[in-house]
């Protein structure tokens, strides 16, 4: 059984910086994709960060381009996702995922080994 294990949430100001974790067994890093994806309430659950595994090639929505980060610690197992000037829009808790479509994708559908999730808070 796949296993993800996320940390590193918590509650920052605005423009505060955030480096969540996600300890991974090699199931997962054996998977061409894994991101990172977040759910507000009410709200879908939507990708932040996209990784391909084999190639460390990174995709980014519009919304967090330049201010987050994603990595993958191979020899660790550890994925990282690395926020930094975060706004109150970014309030959500956070999952890590892996998946296997490829080319790595968006959608939340591609992805069928998930973390419980860490929360992440960003008052103004």
């Known amino acids: 059984q796949v296993q993800l294990v996320e940390s590193g949430g918590g509650s920052v100001q605005t423009g505060g910086s955030l480096r969540l974790s996600c300890a991974a067994d090699?199931?997962?890093?054996?998977?061409?994709?894994m991101g990172w994806f977040r759910q507000a309430p009410g709200n879908e659950r939507e990708a932040v960060a996209i990784?391909?595994?084999?190639?460390?090639?990174?995709d980014y929505p519009d919304s967090v381009k330049g201010r987050f980060t994603i990595s993958l610690d191979s020899t660790k197992n550890i994925l990282y996702l690395l926020m930094n000037s975060l706004k109150p829009e970014d309030t959500a808790k956070y999952y890590c995922a892996a998946g296997y479509s490829r080319p790595c994708s968006w959608y939340v559908r591609h992805y069928d080994a998930w973390g419980q999730g860490t929360q992440v808070t960003v008052s103004s």
């Open positions: 990784i391909t595994t084999g190639t460390g090639g990174t």
């Open positions: 090699e199931y997962a890093t054996g998977r061409p994709c």
